[in-house]
């Protein structure tokens, strides 16, 4: 069985969810939680085309390529996702010659934290995630200050997600 990865795209919360969707996959699977924050790459934008890519990318390109399943946790921010979750999903989509490469057929989950509630980042993160060709299960983790994490639903989904790499 492969690497999940787990994107985690706040320090806060989120982060606190990545390790706990970690703790809960436990041995069963290998991880590796990469906090999107931490990230050093610049903004992706037009003229960067003709640029080398960042330091790092072609790191984060090779666990994405390496992984069989990638756990996205992110914010809601401003009815979408923040910034470094774009900012992250475009510059690997630009490290290789097949811009869907890193993504193609992966399966995806996605959760959040979000004190706005997070469905408008839920959503958007399907659409995004399904558009550069992964997998996005239809179940997600959704909690917030009102609504602590269910962890019989977060156990559920991660077994479910096992499942889906053998």
């Not at 706040?10 to 436990?26: A, C, D, P, R, V």
């Not at 290789?96 to 980042?121: L, M």
């Not at 958007?124 to 009102?146: D, E, I, K």
Request: glycine share 10%; charged share 20%; proline share 4%.
């Amino acid at each position: 069985m492969g690497e999940i990865l787990i994107l985690s795209a706040s320090s806060g919360k989120n982060l606190e969810l990545s390790k706990k969707l970690q703790e809960i996959i436990g041995k069963r699977a290998s991880t590796k939680l990469i906090d999107m924050t931490g990230l050093d790459f610049p903004l992706y934008h037009s003229k960067a085309e003709g640029e080398s890519l960042p330091q790092g990318v072609e790191d984060l390109k090779q666990d994405f390529m390496h992984s069989k399943g990638v756990i996205f946790v992110a914010p809601e921010y401003n009815g979408g996702v923040p910034p470094v979750f774009n900012n992250t999903i475009a510059w690997v989509s630009r490290a290789g010659k097949d811009w869907r490469e890193a993504f193609n057929s992966k399966p995806a989950v996605i959760a959040t934290h979000s004190g706005s509630g997070g469905i408008h980042a839920l959503s958007a993160m399907r659409m995004q995630l399904s558009y550069v060709g992964m997998n996005v299960f239809g179940r997600v983790l959704h909690t917030h200050y009102n609504k602590e994490l269910n962890e019989d639903s977060a156990h559920a989904l991660m077994d479910e997600l096992i499942k889906s790499l053998i």
